[in-house]
């Protein structure tokens, strides 16, 4: 198992700029594919960004590509959400999730550790 938590969310006006960190625990950490995904109030969970195990693929949601950029930071353990461009339709709790292999996927019931979310929030 690994355990996650997540933080950097907070509120941001439009056209700004958020980072989000996710810390893992484990030492396996390495070799796990890991996503960020989003809810909404009173909408389903959704995909946002995924990376394998190394760093060198990624995916992304077409609502965030061009805006939002995935990365990861093995030695620490963490991994990140840069988020530019903010409009409120970004606004929703934000979930770190790691999948127990190293291929990358963007299937939500794919990952099977999630942390507790962090808000992110966007005014008009």
């Known amino acids: 198992q690994v355990q996650l938590v997540e933080s950097g969310g907070g509120l941001v006006q439009a056209g700004g700029s958020l980072r989000l960190s996710c810390a893992a625990s484990?030492?396996?950490?390495?070799?796990?594919?890991m996503g960020w995904f989003r809810q909404a109030p009173g909408k389903e969970r959704e995909f946002v960004a995924a990376?394998?195990?190394?760093?060198?693929?990624?995916y992304y949601a077409d609502s965030v590509k061009g805006r939002f950029a995935i990365s990861r930071g093995n030695a620490k353990n963490t991994v990140y959400l840069q988020m530019h461009s903010l409009n409120p339709e970004d606004t929703a709790v934000y979930y770190c999730?790691?999948?127990?292999?190293?291929?990358?996927?963007?299937?939500?019931?794919?990952?099977?550790?999630w942390g507790q979310g962090t808000q992110v929030t966007v005014s008009s």
């Open positions: 990376i394998n195990w190394s760093g060198s693929t990624t």
């Open positions: 484990g030492r396996t950490f390495s070799s796990y594919a």
């Open positions: 999730a790691a999948r127990f292999t190293s291929v990358v996927s963007t299937t939500l019931s794919d990952f099977r550790s």
